[in-house]
């Protein structure tokens, strides 16, 4: 079992940055894939960025959004740079225990987190 515990959504303005942050407690956080997705209001959830033997992005975020991990901190993060109101969202944290899982697919997950707030401004 992966319990899973994101950090520092918040209200900024456009253009502003922020990174999240998503704890995970268990072992072998190194084994698992690790994913964001962000859910707006009356919108399914839906891809931000993965990571697992390689990253992929959602074209809406490329060039704007950084997903990485420390595994010895059991942490991944998604640095968020010129931020829009596009961005506004639940983001949710995401883990699978998939070897070779297809990032975007919220359907390989197994673990989520509780989600956090962003929101921005224009």
């Known amino acids: 079992q992966v319990q899973l515990v994101e950090y520092g959504g918040g209200l900024v303005q456009a253009g502003d940055s922020l990174r999240l942050s998503c704890v995970a407690s268990?072992?072998?956080?190194?084994?698992?894939?690790m994913g964001w997705f962000r859910q707006a209001p009356g919108k399914e959830r839906a891809f931000v960025a993965g990571?697992?033997?390689?990253?992929d992005y959602a074209d809406s975020v490329k060039g704007r959004f950084t997903i990485s991990r420390d595994n010895a901190k059991n942490t991944v993060y998604l640095q968020m740079d010129s931020l829009k109101p596009a961005d506004t969202a639940v983001y949710y944290c995401?883990?699978?225990?998939?070897?070779?899982?297809?990032?975007?697919?919220?359907?390989?997950?197994?673990?989520w987190g509780q989600g956090t707030q962003v929101t921005v401004s224009s």
């Open positions: 268990g072992r072998a956080f190194r084994n698992y894939a």
């Open positions: 995401a883990a699978t225990r998939l070897l070779a899982p297809n990032l975007s697919n919220l359907h390989d997950y197994d673990y």
């Open positions: 990571i697992g033997s390689s990253t």
